[in-house]
T-cell receptor, first 117, second 116 residues
């Protein structure tokens, strides 16, 4: 069974640009969550999608957005990039989402490392 | 305020020694608790989780954790460290956000070094 895949693995952008990251969940998983990992702030929850609907959103500015498609694949977009957006962006998928983590497991992808110059 | 705290950003042990990584949480309702491990250039892998069943939880690779409600702790232990255990470990807790929904909140992480 294939794991969670994220593309691209590495990305370099300049300030002011926008970027789109992609996540393909494990087959059959309907929930996709995104996290930002930085040395200073650690791992922070960005948002969760379930069956194409945003179920929850973390405390990030509106420049961060996402969506989920009918095949459960998800994308996140960051507009008007800032230096502080440099981070490892992790995607995780699960069968039923964070509200049901007592019954299922969230599987993480390897991440996309975004560098903003 | 709801939070999760990992004491010690770096822990160094000798191979064969006991591993103890500390995690304390603050939550207004009983949370679900998790330990994840992250190897360099990889995502997170679940080691174990507590979901209100047995308070002593056994996970993969010989790790276990004990939920102590009175101490609001969920410390991770392994009796005998192996070189392959060197990695970063994250404690995570499901906490309710202002949205009224749970989110997975992570501690700041503990980097475990294993000395030969």
């Amino acid at each position: 069974k294939a794991g969670v895949t994220q593309t691209p693995r590495y990305l370099i952008k300049t300030r002011g640009q926008q970027v789109t990251l992609s996540c393909s969940p494990i087959s059959g998983h309907r929930s996709v969550s995104w996290y930002q990992q930085t040395p200073g702030q650690g791992l922070q929850f960005l948002f969760e999608y379930f069956s194409e609907t945003q179920r929850n959103k973390g405390n990030f500015p509106g420049r961060f957005s996402g969506r989920q498609f009918s095949n459960s694949r998800s994308e996140m977009n960051v507009s008007t990039l800032e230096l502080g957006d440099s981070a490892l962006y992790l995607c995780a998928s699960s069968l039923a989402g964070i509200e049901s983590l007592q019954y299922n497991e969230q599987f993480f992808g390897p991440g996309t490392r975004l560098t903003v110059l | 305020a709801q939070s999760v705290t990992q004491l010690g950003s770096h822990v160094s042990v000798s191979e064969g020694a006991l591993v103890l990584l500390r995690c304390n949480y603050s939550s207004s309702v009983p949370p679900y608790l998790f330990w994840y491990v992250q190897y360099p250039n990889q995502g997170l892998q679940l080691l174990l989780k507590y979901t209100s069943a047995a308070t002593l939880v056994k996970g993969i690779n010989g790790f276990e954790a004990e939920f102590k409600k009175s101490e609001t702790s969920f410390h991770l232990t392994k009796p005998s460290a192996h070189m392959s255990d060197a990695a970063e470990y994250f404690c995570a807790v499901t906490l309710f956000m202002d949205t009224g929904r749970r989110a997975l909140t992570f501690g700041s992480g503990t980097r475990l070094q294993v000395q030969p």
